[in-house]
């Protein structure tokens, strides 16, 4: 992608944090820019979690990290973050948005108005009420300030109190995996093997942040009529007191916490498990992408409904089983079902995978990105002349 003179766009990230932090939103923002790196001139903007100022590469991806003096409702404490945008904008031909992120939404007021700018709308506020409350008015303007609003999938615009005043500009923009990345060599496959000599079989598995929106108690509960062997990967908040539901249930045997391993690692629990649960219960839960990630490795998904693009990602009778929000025994009985049958689950698993192959690649995904930056360039041009 070229302006021109033949040479590679600019095109600057913004984001609050940037790997090797981790969270969805940050892995997304760095597909983007290593895999756009040869086609786009692309660069981050994004804060440190706490201490001062410095630049550095990632992947051989220029890297901005403001200062912050800590966080704030998990947002980072970066006064600078504006002034450092404004810098740099004088070379750019293009800015990315990643949202929420009040402090990023709040600079976009600092660039030139003949520079274009875009946003990918990763999910509303649900949880700080009195955070949106106060700047649901400066989002709005935000809104109407950039040219175009990349959403994960459609049903962000049907739900979102702010979009729908946008959705002429909003495109949908599904995240997308590196197919490769999920590919299993002979060691692979033997580490599989070695989690389920382990754990024992079946298994169920769960990845993500322990948090209050992905419903584990839910799931937590449901394995009381479930025979399988529960494993929970990741870290967060909640750890201790799930813990406590698992011993106070019995499940101690059946239910087991993994500390958030490495990507390799993920991997491989993906492989090794027969069904992935994903038991949201809130709209922070906009698209899970680890959903995607399971399907790659061809397993089906067992998720809630939603109104958000969760059961969009993995569809009910296609690619797994979708139950209603916050019922255990609903969970227990799609669980149960796609472990009793093995055609059933063998079916969707291979649904799952063929989903992901037509809807949901890297390839994909960085391919509709740049068609909303040439749109958003090409907008700008005519408005110029």
């Given at each position: 992608?070229?302006?021109?003179?033949?040479?590679?766009?600019?095109?600057l990230?913004v984001?609050?944090l940037y790997?090797p932090?981790?969270?969805?939103?940050?892995?997304?923002?760095?597909?983007?820019?290593?895999?756009?790196?040869?086609?786009?001139?692309?660069?981050?903007?994004?804060c440190?979690?706490?201490g001062?100022?410095h630049e550095d590469?990632?992947?051989?991806i220029?890297?901005?990290?403001?200062?912050?003096?800590?966080r704030?409702?998990?947002?980072?404490?970066?006064?600078?973050?504006?002034?450092?945008?404004?810098?740099?904008s004088?070379?750019?031909?293009?800015?990315?948005?990643?949202?929420?992120?009040?402090?990023g939404?709040?600079?976009?007021?600092?660039?030139?108005?003949?520079?274009?700018?875009?946003?990918?709308?990763?999910?509303?506020?649900?949880?700080?009420?009195l955070l949106?409350?106060?700047?649901?008015?400066?989002?709005?303007?935000f809104?109407?300030?950039?040219?175009?609003v990349?959403?994960?999938?459609?049903m962000?615009?049907?739900?979102?109190?702010?979009?729908?005043?946008?959705?002429?500009?909003?495109?949908?923009?599904?995240?997308?995996?590196?197919l490769?990345?999920?590919?299993?060599?002979?060691?692979?496959?033997e580490?599989?093997?070695?989690?389920?000599?382990r754990?024992?079989?079946p298994?169920?598995?769960?990845?993500?942040r322990?948090?209050?929106?992905?419903?584990?108690?839910?799931?937590?509960?449901?394995?009381?009529?479930?025979?399988?062997?529960l494993?929970?990967?990741?870290?967060?908040?909640?750890?201790?007191?799930?813990?406590?539901?698992?011993?106070?249930?019995?499940?101690?045997?059946?239910v087991?916490?993994?500390?958030?391993?490495?990507?390799?690692?993920v991997?491989?629990?993906?492989?090794?498990c027969?069904?992935?649960?994903l038991?949201?219960?809130?709209n922070?839960?906009?698209?899970?992408l680890?959903?995607?990630?399971?399907?790659?490795c061809?397993?089906?998904?067992?998720?809630t409904?939603?109104?958000?693009?969760?059961?969009?990602?993995?569809?009910?009778?296609?690619t797994?089983?979708?139950?209603?929000?916050r019922d255990?025994a609903a969970?227990?009985g799609?669980i149960g079902?796609l472990?009793?049958?093995?055609v059933?689950?063998?079916r969707?698993?291979?649904?799952?995978?063929?989903?992901?192959?037509?809807?949901?690649?890297l390839?994909?995904?960085?391919?509709?990105?740049?068609?909303?930056?040439?749109?958003?360039?090409?907008?700008?041009?005519?408005?110029?002349r």
């Amino acid at each position: 992608m070229t302006d021109p003179e033949g040479n590679r766009l600019r095109v600057l990230q913004v984001n609050k944090l940037y790997a090797p932090e981790i969270g969805g939103v940050e892995r997304t923002v760095q597909l983007i820019a290593e895999g756009l790196r040869e086609r786009v001139a692309g660069e981050v903007l994004a804060c440190r979690v706490r201490g001062r100022g410095h630049e550095d590469w990632v992947n051989g991806i220029p890297v901005h990290r403001v200062g912050s003096l800590g966080r704030v409702l998990s947002m980072p404490l970066a006064p600078t973050l504006p002034l450092r945008l404004r810098a740099l904008s004088r070379r750019l031909d293009l800015v990315h948005f990643h949202a929420p992120f009040p402090l990023g939404e709040l600079s976009v007021f600092l660039l030139p108005r003949a520079l274009p700018a875009v946003v990918t709308w990763h999910s509303d506020i649900i949880r700080q009420r009195l955070l949106l409350r106060i700047y649901q008015g400066m989002l709005r303007r935000f809104l109407h300030r950039v040219a175009l609003v990349m959403v994960t999938s459609p049903m962000a615009v049907r739900t979102s109190p702010l979009l729908g005043a946008v959705a002429d500009k909003c495109r949908v923009v599904p995240l997308g995996v590196d197919l490769a990345r999920f590919e299993l060599d002979a060691a692979g496959r033997e580490r599989v093997r070695a989690v389920r000599r382990r754990f024992g079989e079946p298994l169920v598995l769960f990845v993500g942040r322990l948090v209050y929106y992905k419903g584990l108690e839910y799931l937590v509960a449901a394995m009381r009529d479930v025979r399988a062997t529960l494993l929970i990967v990741g870290s967060g908040p909640l750890r201790g007191s799930l813990e406590r539901e698992v011993q106070q249930a019995g499940l101690g045997s059946r239910v087991h916490f993994v500390d958030a391993p490495s990507d390799a690692d993920v991997v491989t629990y993906l492989h090794a498990c027969d069904v992935f649960v994903l038991p949201s219960i809130h709209n922070s839960e906009a698209f899970g992408l680890v959903q995607v990630e399971a399907m790659a490795c061809g397993k089906p998904v067992v998720n809630t409904a939603l109104p958000t693009g969760v059961p969009y990602v993995s569809v009910d009778g296609t690619t797994g089983l979708t139950v209603p929000l916050r019922d255990p025994a609903a969970l227990a009985g799609a669980i149960g079902s796609l472990l009793e049958d093995r055609v059933l689950r063998e079916r969707l698993g291979a649904g799952a995978r063929a989903r992901v192959e037509a809807e949901f690649t890297l390839g994909r995904m960085l391919d509709r990105v740049l068609d909303v930056y040439r749109e958003a360039l090409d907008g700008s041009a005519a408005r110029d002349r």
